[in-house]
């Protein structure tokens, strides 16, 4: 198995393309030619290792930092990556930069695991309803405010002709002004007085009928002649309607299928292979590292000062990839960045529900936080602009550490 602990992490380093070569670094201003940017290259080795690196010439940057921000994108537990051969451990792994290669090559070892689970993973869709976003542009003296009276004025409107039509109300309505840093919440800098003087206002509802979001569509036109001034740049046109598709994901007893391979027309059964279910679990959390190399800093530092950061989602879920930029720095990420303080900064995203829960991966000095209900329903299910967190690593690299 342990090639397959090692290989499958080397799936997941390469599986989203430029992610792991420069795309979406931290530190992006490192990064060289993003024009030409190289898709990444695993060479595996025998004993279960492997190198990853980038075709020779090309743009981008492959260093611990390019691919330890990779190994916590879209994770959970990270005792416990579970995949239909074999379940990943990827607390010990292991990266470093290979001498001589600098900025173009890393090694990765210490990948772990055990047997996959007796269950199969299943992930459903369901229709409900459907969504419209109308996207447009206000500029000139206190934009939000005239942006927040467009957006009234126009759900207003609609609601009126819902009534006269007999229709029901809007199932969800999302209202936000892009420019405000509205999305951090109560971490926003402050304005001048009267805020930004341009803003892009997001407006994104839900109805269960398509005809309704049709009327939305035909009647916005409005906003542009009869509302405020400066208002321009219908972004992408007038908006349509789209199904929502909401996810439902779930586990299932493999021994309730039979799997079959087709092969030349003809049907054979495979038996599927069943363990003990104790060799499929998780094998005990490592301890935490010492905290005798902490360093000690004076006055704040930003968390981005200290770490790299990557964020990304899971349905409605949003995990947060934390990894420290040098092995000093882990121990007071450990001690200052705790499930609290983390559910406090993004406390206006989440909901009675959510739950925060921070993993350790001591072999990178990382730190790896899931919040539980944070995105509105997550990807197409979602009316916020940032359905699937990805700003949210960027957000936390502003929270300020003492």
Not at 193 to 217: M, N, T, Y
Request: glycine content about 12%; aromatic content about 10%.
């Amino acid at each position: 198995f342990y090639r397959l602990f090692n290989f499958s992490l080397a799936g997941h380093l390469v599986e989203c393309g430029a992610q792991s070569t420069g795309g979406i670094f931290t530190d992006w201003h490192e990064v060289s030619d993003w024009d030409t940017i190289g898709f990444p290259i695993v060479e595996c080795s025998e004993d279960g290792t492997f190198r990853l690196t980038k075709p020779p010439g090309t743009g981008g940057l492959v260093s611990f930092g390019t691919a330890a921000e990779q190994l916590v994108y879209e994770i959970g537990d990270p005792t416990a990556y579970l995949l239909p051969d074999v379940s990943c451990d990827f607390t010990r792994v292991k990266i470093s930069e290979v001498p001589g290669q600098e900025g173009s090559a890393v090694r990765v070892t210490g990948a772990r695991g055990y047997r996959p689970s007796n269950d199969y993973k299943v992930s459903g869709t369901y229709m409900e309803g459907f969504r419209l976003t109308a996207a447009f542009m206000i500029t000139g003296p206190n934009a939000a405010g005239k942006g927040r009276k467009t957006a009234e004025s126009i759900l207003k409107r609609i609601r009126g002709l819902f009534r006269e039509k007999g229709m029901r109300d809007f199932s969800q309505t999302h209202l936000q002004f892009v420019g405000t840093e509205e999305s951090y919440g109560k971490n926003a800098r402050e304005f001048p007085s009267g805020g930004p003087r341009e803003v892009a206002v997001w407006l994104s509802v839900r109805h269960p009928q398509k005809e309704a979001l049709q009327l939305f569509a035909r009647e916005i036109a409005s906003s542009g002649t009869g509302m405020a001034p400066g208002l321009f740049g219908m972004i992408g046109g007038r908006p349509k309607p789209s199904p929502v598709l909401k996810l439902f994901s779930f586990l299932h007893p493999k021994s309730n299928f039979q799997p079959v391979v087709d092969l030349n027309d003809e049907k054979h059964a495979v038996d599927e292979f069943q363990h003990n279910e104790a060799d499929s679990k998780a094998p005990s959390s490592p301890a935490a590292e010492s905290d005798s190399s902490a360093v000690s800093l004076e006055g704040k530092f930003r968390v981005g000062d200290l770490a790299y950061l990557r964020s990304g989602d899971k349905g409605d879920t949003a995990n947060i990839g934390v990894v420290a930029r040098k092995p000093e720095y882990y121990p007071l990420l450990r001690g200052s960045l705790t499930e609290e303080t983390v559910r406090k900064y993004f406390e206006h995203l989440l909901t009675e529900e959510s739950r925060v829960i921070r993993y350790e991966l001591p072999g990178i000095c990382g730190l790896n936080f899931v919040l539980t209900s944070s995105l509105g329903g997550g990807g197409i299910a979602s009316l916020r602009p940032d359905a699937q967190g990805k700003a949210y690593g960027q957000m936390l690299a502003d929270l300020k550490l003492e």
